[in-house]
């Protein structure tokens, strides 16, 4: 076989992407994926199954709980969890088949098997205890993470389940006991939440979603805690005894002192990721990792062998789908004899709960950390005429600006929708806008986007509709 120009070890958001961008360069390309559906974390046990049951979940409960207020009459909503599970599996299925039709057009070799990096140029395949030596002029590592576990407590995704076990109950647990208050324990605690199960969430640290504003984190505790949610700060999980019908959980304070036991019917545990590199032969091949175990890499993208690369989340930075992306297309780029390049200073963080929670740039701490004098702007929803017609007014819109230039350090959102909502500010950012720039730009009435604009404002102390 011809050698390829390049390989790329991983068909998730980092490897399909880098994949598709290096064919449009004119390059040969392969992909080696080991799973039975290409995809990765991402589309098959991550994002996209998450946000299916996100939906459908919120549909059950605005069915139960908001339709009447609105005059539209319902009989009492009925969960069908298989029907549920079934409508996520389409999900699924659909961008899977996506990323094979994506293959195909951009005429990229699928190499089903586990790859191996043997030296520069070289990878070996293995599937079915056959395998096959793979040349190329390039590589690229994008072989992702995988679940953090807890020492002494045996995930079996059924009882004490990972996010796998989590999106694929075969019913709603009377009781869902979550370690972690991150973005999946948050995200997947209220799905099931809606679908009626009672959700305790033991955090290690004294604040929920760690990384996030600390203001937005408090307000969005007090709103899940109004949604039915406990949370217990400060503490952790040391053991979980499986031996009785229900699960017994010892639950000791984070600084120390009595524990305490807790029973719930399912356990999560959503503790963080960790870089998968198992069966790659990367110490062998000489690639080097960092004290974290991800794949060390200088400013563009190369390991420490030549020839060799590494992105998303078995790399440094946020485990993020659209990190991992736009590493992807740099790094093509960058192999292709281009000036890739991705500012990680402006990449959004989305909580896909309800309502949302987005986020990019500095956070107040960083910025107080930093010692950089800014101006604050917020903006409640409660003042935005779109949201009180809809009565959906929980969250504000905070703007972070240096105090000196103008210029929007960070962007900070509570509210339905506000996934969608920061996209504006991303741009402002990238172009490295103020927040004078943001208030002079027309936005459309009514829309909640209209609380971006007035948060703009406020930073000038001269909002409008407040
Ligand atoms: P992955 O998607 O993990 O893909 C790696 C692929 O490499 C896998 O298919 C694996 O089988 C393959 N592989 C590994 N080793 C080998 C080998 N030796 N040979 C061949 N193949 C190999 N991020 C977001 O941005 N938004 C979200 O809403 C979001 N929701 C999430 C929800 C959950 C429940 C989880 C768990 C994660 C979520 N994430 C989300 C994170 C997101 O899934 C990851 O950041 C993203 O998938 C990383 O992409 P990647 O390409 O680096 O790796
Ligand atoms: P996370 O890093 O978001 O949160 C883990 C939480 O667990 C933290 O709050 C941490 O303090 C806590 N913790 C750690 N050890 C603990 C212990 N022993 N006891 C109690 N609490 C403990 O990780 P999570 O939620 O597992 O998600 C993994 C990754 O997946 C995230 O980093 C995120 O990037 C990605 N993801 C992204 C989503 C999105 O973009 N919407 C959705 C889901 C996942």
Redesign the pocket.
């Known amino acids: 076989m011809a050698p390829f120009d390049l390989v790329v070890i991983g068909t998730g958001p980092g490897g399909y992407v880098c994949a598709v961008r290096a064919s449009q360069l004119g390059m040969k390309v392969a992909v080696v994926e080991k799973n039975a559906t290409l995809g990765g974390t991402c589309l098959n046990v991550?994002?996209m199954p998450?946000k299916a049951l996100l939906h459908a979940s919120e549909m059950f409960e605005e069915a139960g709980h908001s339709f009447a207020k609105m005059g539209v009459s319902v009989s009492s909503p009925k969960l069908d969890l298989p029907a549920m599970m079934n409508f996520k599996q389409q999900g699924i299925d659909g961008n899977v088949k996506g990323v094979e039709f994506l293959m195909k057009k951009n005429k990229v070799d699928v190499l089903k098997g586990t790859g191996k990096i043997l030296g520069t140029g070289k990878v070996e395949v293995s599937a079915d205890g056959k395998s096959q030596l793979i040349e190329t002029r390039n590589i690229v590592i994008a072989t992702g993470s995988d679940i953090?576990r807890?020492k002494g407590i045996e995930i079996d995704e059924k009882r004490i389940v990972s996010?796998t076990g989590a999106l694929s109950l075969d019913k709603v647990p009377g009781k869902l006991l979550i370690?972690?208050?991150?973005?999946?324990?948050l995200?997947l605690g209220s799905v099931w939440k809606r679908l009626g199960a009672e959700v305790v969430v033991?955090?290690?640290?004294d604040r929920?979603?760690?990384g996030m504003d600390g203001e937005i984190a408090k307000q969005f505790q007090r709103i899940l805690e109004k949604q039915g949610f406990a949370f217990k700060l400060g503490?952790?999980?040391t053991a979980v005894d499986t031996s009785g019908k229900a699960l017994k959980a010892t639950i000791e304070p984070a600084a120390g002192g009595a524990a305490e036991t807790l029973e719930a019917d399912v356990v999560l545990v959503?503790?963080?990721?960790v870089p998968y590199t198992e069966g790659l032969g990367l110490k062998e091949a000489g690639v080097a990792l960092d004290a974290r175990g991800r794949v060390q890499i200088d400013p563009h993208f190369a390991t420490s062998l030549k020839g060799v690369y590494a992105i998303g989340d078995v790399v440094a930075g946020?485990?993020?789908a659209h990190k991992a992306e736009d590493e992807a297309v740099a790094v093509a780029e960058i192999i292709a004899g281009q000036a890739g390049h991705v500012n990680y200073d402006v990449i959004p963080?989305?909580?896909?709960t309800t309502p949302e929670v987005s986020s990019v740039g500095k956070t107040e701490e960083e910025l107080k950390q930093a010692g950089v004098a800014y101006t604050v702007g917020k903006f409640p929803f409660t003042a935005n005429g779109r949201s009180k017609v809809n009565q959906t007014t929980d969250g504000f819109v905070k703007i972070l600006a240096d105090a000196k230039t103008d210029r929007v350090l960070g962007v900070h959102i509570i509210g339905i929708e506000a996934g969608e909502m920061i996209h504006e500010a991303c741009v402002l950012m990238e172009f490295g806008g103020s927040a004078e720039d943001l208030a002079r730009t027309c936005h459309a009435h009514p829309t909640r986007s209209e609380a971006v604009k007035e948060a703009a404002l406020a930073v000038g102390k001269r909002a409008i509709h407040m």
């Not at 959503?270 to 990721?273: A, E, F, L, V, Y």
């Not at 963080?349 to 896909?352: S, T």
């Open positions: 991550g994002c998450s953090a807890l996010s370690v972690g208050a991150g973005v999946i324990g995200e033991v955090e290690f640290l929920i979603l760690p503490a952790k999980v959503c503790i963080g990721r946020p485990m993020l963080g989305v909580v896909y």
